[in-house]
């Protein structure tokens, strides 16, 4: 690999503000790897990023199929970024199938670069299309690059005696090396992530290195592509900074949160998608004493954890909204022995199996009421991928101050989404306090702070302080089984009591956009980005829009109800049918409007736009 | 860590405050019994003593016992247990199950503690009959059983616990009947010293739904007859004289022979550590076989790995090669970049 590569491009470099690229081809075609490694490419630029990966369910859908279609879509910028863009503005297909599925998405006069080789006719006809698309008129309007990359990639490869099958699998970096010139990306790194990648096989790395070369050079030394582009460093806090995606935030988040409150992080899990990756990440870190049960199912996975929690340890489930459905008793148990929990639902479409690898937010009622009897849980939902860190941390931290159950509601978005985190300093994220029992008065298991309600968090293994807890209702004073009608009511209402008064701890709510608008949009978890950047877009159009995100959804923040009474008009958009819109109905007498979508895909910006513009306009 | 020297605890140190509220002459109350006087005998500090339990009659065990305790939800015990155990391996757990708790609703949780091998201990009230819901049959009434829901026979097959415990690779399996202190003792005895999960049926007498279920196994009349009672390395024999005994055909099954017919050297003889012989033992049942009483099978150490032990020790190996565990280190472990 000799000489420095790259040599920067003598073309001429069009300074744009932001892209957004979509890569796009069969599941086998490598196109995660080349859209992760293009991002952070990008992220080494310099710029804003945020990305969104859509890949299909079924794990081996046929090849060339548009149910094989995987795809990875970014978003680059020189200006601050929340989203991982809407329609792309430049489109990669590796297959024909890939170009049907994502053409319609790609905007109008965008750029599209094809493997002229991998449109056969079998693949035409597997993908649906009777004829070649060039000669049907349907790329018209678009910058075409149909480019023999199949070819050029074995021709690269000529003389290194490879299976023709490793060869084809080259041709993503072909790809990615066109990318890399086009939009003036540093390569350094990605030839160092190369090298160690296929450290195994030399000869992969050897095959890989020479492709991405001959896709930079195809880029520079052919006529096809006049000139090249770049997109400037955004203004961004200083700092190191790291790519992250919201699942393994979350994972490294309840780890941070379990060391910083000096206990084990105990996590009982069974996998599902989407959240599997918490569990795998969390498995990687024995060296920091964290614990992971691969249980025999989800009631187990949980049941496990209330013990560990029982056990002294932070005990953590993590799953998806099936397995939470299963796990619904055990909520229930640690709402009523009052223990520490966390339970991670990354959400997915829903219901039953529904959409595995897409998007919803359609588990808030489930989690605020998806339990016999009033069985009241803390909730907190994570607003973009970096977040899910700070919510995880958040998390541990009312599980034990509360001792109660506290309900993570992440979906497949934040999971699989990344995006630039500030990396924090261990040293300085605030310690977590499980308040011990202090020997002043008579132990009782059921003994409450005066402040948070909590009871104390005893662990087998002290003495003196043995006790015994369980699912029956038990007497206020003693914590013994108890049956007295009254005691119970006085018992539910202090476990309501207790979840209510979580939000002594909130800072006041934060209303971005016009503070004095006429319009109130509210929004929770992973819609953030878009409705922020949807707002600030209305905005700049004249319109008058602020935009609130509670962080906790129960309790909700106290100051919340007064802030939606100041605004005429309040609209609350959503992944689901309207959930947070029925509580925000039903807790404050507000005539707060939905705006809902379910289609297993995030809000794009302009969409939104649109629809709250609509709803203004029709209001009127 | 125990406050009082083990040699100074009675069974009154492992009576709890509250009110026992079981049916009188319900079998449960001899096994709490019995168990408080074994946990004073093994000297188990109190607050090392965790009892976990489900649902059911049986599941109120844990209020009687002066230790730690979780009454937890019907059939979970085994998963709460194992996370206890997973995260306080220094504490002595026991499990308190039932025959619909463990092997109904809990079937799942039960074949899975037993495959991992966490070293706790199961007892499982066997009554054959749900209890707390005043008389269900349960997976291990007898087919053609008469219960409320089944008024003209049960159709369901029973299972036999210790069939499907060696199923699950059980490597502690014992058999004892509540009215039999003695020999309940020394299961529990046997049970706490094993390293693995131990499982110990106990046929227990629900006095109210299904009295007498276990009659001919523990009536004084009966018993000799009955029971074939299982100790090491000693021929199976049976009888209020031993004048009966277990002997293996050709074809591997077990027939029984009057001693006096043969040799002494044809009657079978017990070993714990054969799973050929555990297998014979859990699937001898009807009226020609006794019902076999004691340790039907009880392997340890190489090859039977505890789960829980493997937990840390994994954990031990991570932080002798990797170190432990860095948060800021990890924090930059994927490609990082630095804004000025
Ligand atoms: S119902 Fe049967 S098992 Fe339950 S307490 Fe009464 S006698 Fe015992």
Known sequence: ?620 | MSIAASSALSRKDFVSDQDVRWCPGCGDYAILAQVQKVMAELGIARENAVFVSGIGCSSRFPYYMNTYGFHSIHGRAPALASGIKVARPELSVWIITGDGDALSIGGNHFVHILRRNLDVNILLFNNEIYGLTKGQYSPTSKRGHKTKTSPMGSLDSPFSPAALALGAGATFIARTVDVETQHLQSMLHRAAAHKGTSFVEILQNCVVFNDGAFADVSDRGTKAERQLLLEQGKPMLFGRDSEWGIRLRADATPEVVAVKDVKPSEIAVHDETNPFMAHLMSHMEGSQFPVPMGVLRAVEGEGYPVYEEGVHRQIHEARESKGPGDFDALYRSGDTWQVE
């Open chain 1, 1 to 620: 690999m000799g000489e420095a590569f790259p040599l920067a491009s003598n073309k001429p470099v069009e300074v744009l503000e932001k892209v957004v690229i979509r890569f796009a081809g069969d599941s086998g075609d490598g196109m995660q790897l080349t859209g992760t490694q293009f991002s952070n490419e990008s992220a080494l630029a310099g710029n804003d990023i945020a990305t969104l990966p859509d890949y299909p369910a079924e794990i081996r859908a046929p090849a060339g199929t548009l149910a094989g279609v995987s795809g990875f879509q970014l978003n680059f910028s020189s200006t601050s970024l929340l989203t991982p863009g809407e329609r792309p503005d430049v489109l990669v297909v590796m297959n024909p199938a890939a170009l049907k599925v994502n053409l319609p998405h790609l905007r109008e006069g965008g750029t599209l670069i094809m493997d002229a080789d991998a449109f056969t006719k079998g693949n035409l006809r597997k993908a649906g299309y009777a004829q070649h698309p060039s000669e049907s008129g349907e790329l018209d309007g678009y910058t075409v690059f149909d480019l023999a990359m199949t070819k050029m990639t074995a021709r690269a490869l000529a003389d290194m005696d490879l299976p023709k099958k490793s060869v084809v699998r080259c041709k993503n970096f072909f790809a990615l090396g066109l990318c890399s010139w086009m939009f003036s990306r540093p390569t350094e790194q990605t030839l160092a992530w190369i090298a160690s990648k296929f450290a195994k096989s030399p000869q992969l790395v050897e095959a890989n290195t020479r492709v991405f070369k001959a896709g930079w050079n195809y880029g520079e030394t052919t006529d096809a592509f006049a000139n090249c582009y770049t997109v400037e460093k955004a203004k961004i806090e200083p700092g190191l900074y790291s790519s992250i995606t919201g699942n393994k935030a979350l994972a490294w988040g309840l780890a941070t949160g379990a060391a910083k409150a000096g206990r084990q992080l105990f996590l009982g899990s069974y996998p599902i998608t989407p959240a599997t990756e918490i569990l795998q990440d969390l498995a990687a870190m024995k060296e920091f004493g964290v614990i992971t049960v691969q249980a025999e199912d989800e009631i187990a996975g949980v049941g496990s954890a209330l013990g560990a929690s029982f056990a002294g340890a932070i005990g953590v489930t993590t799953s998806s909204g099936p397995g939470v459905a299963l796990k619904a008793e055990t909520i229930g148990l640690a709402v009523m022995v009052e223990l520490p929990l966390v339970v991670v639902n990354v959400q997915r479409g829903g219901p039953s199996t529904g959409l595995p690898t897409k998007t919803e937010q359609a588990d808030l009622l489930q989690a605020l009421y998806g339990r016999n009897g009033e069985s009241p849980v803390a909730i907190i939902a994570p607003r973009t991928p970096a977040d899910c860190f700070d919510a995880a941390i958040e998390a541990v931290r009312v599980a034990t101050k509360y001792m109660t159950p506290v309900i993570l509601l992440s979906d497949g978005y934040l999971a699989n989404g990344a995006q630039p985190w500030k990396l924090p300093k261990f040293s300085e994220l605030p310690d977590i306090e499980a308040k011990p029992w202090k020997q002043q008065v008579a132990f009782q298991p059921y003994l409450r702070d005066e402040d948070t309600l909590a009871r104390p968090w005893v662990s087998p293994g002290t003495p003196n302080l043995t006790h015994r807890v369980g699912g029956i209702e038990k007497d206020y004073n003693s914590g013994d089984i108890s049956y007295d009608p009254l005691n119970h009511e006085r018992m539910v209402h202090v476990r309501a009591s207790k979840i209510e008064g979580i939000s002594a701890d909130f800072a006041p709510c934060e209303i971005e956009g016009l503070q004095s608008a006429e319009v109130l949009v509210v929004g929770w978890g992973s819609t953030y980005g878009a409705i922020s950047e949807a707002v600030r877009a209305l905005n700049s159009q004249g319109y008058s829009f602020a935009h609130v995100h509670p962080r906790w959804l129960n309790p909700l923040p106290r100051d919340l109800g007064e802030i939606l009474r100041r605004f005429d008009k309040v609209i609350v958009p959503e992944m689901n049918m309207g959930q947070l819109v029925r509580v925000v109905r039903d807790q404050y007498l507000v005539d707060a409007i939905p705006l809902t979508k379910i289609q297993g895909q995030p809000f794009g910006v302009s969409e939104l736009c649109d629809r709250l513009r609509g709803i203004v306009e029709e209001n009127k």
